[in-house]
């Protein structure tokens, strides 16, 4: 009851902030490092106008994307750096390798591994299933950006490596 009483206050300002937010159509981005790259531009007009059922909407930032009903659900940004080589998982879905960041679960952040530039999209696996998302933007982002290489295992590059034993 007494954690409550202290919030009680802040409840119309949080409510009034979250109407606010799920009416506008424009999400506040910032544009990656490389997203004048031209084949970002390639990427940005492919984008389908929703992801799982989840409505495009309109962002301020050059060569990124956004979708969500109610909220922001999915959020992607070409131009970002390539991945160099790491040991984080590595999934391919949509004809894309795509390193993982669990950190955050269930929000998932993937990045594109082997293609420069590299396209990053936030996923809010609550609200969208990742695969459809990733499934979706595959073909989008190997239409535009080429592969340069992919993803390995580490017993493949290093045949001694513990994987093996």
Do not use: H, K
């Not at 979250?18 to 984008?47: F, G, H, K, W």
């Not at 396209?119 to 595959?138: A, H, K, P, Q």
């Amino acid at each position: 009851m007494r954690a409550r009483r202290v919030f009680a206050p802040l409840l119309p300002l949080v409510a009034t902030t979250a109407a606010l937010a799920a009416c506008s159509t424009t999400v506040a981005l910032e544009p990656a490092e490389d997203a004048n790259n031209p084949l970002c531009a390639d990427v940005i007009v492919r984008l389908p106008g929703a992801l799982d059922d989840q409505d495009r909407r309109w962002t301020d930032a050059q060569a990124t994307g956004a979708w969500g009903n109610e909220a922001t659900a999915v959020i992607l940004a070409c131009g970002v750096t390539p991945p160099g080589p790491t040991e984080a998982r590595c999934i391919t879905l949509g004809g894309i390798d795509w390193v993982v960041d669990e950190s955050q679960a269930p929000d998932y952040l993937v990045t594109t591994y082997g293609r420069t530039p590299a396209v990053e999209v936030f996923i809010d696996n609550e609200v969208v299933s990742s695969n459809t998302v990733l499934d979706r933007l595959g073909p989008i982002v190997s239409g535009a950006i080429p592969a340069e290489r992919s993803c390995v295992e580490t017993s493949e590059v290093l045949p001694d490596s513990p994987a093996d034993d």
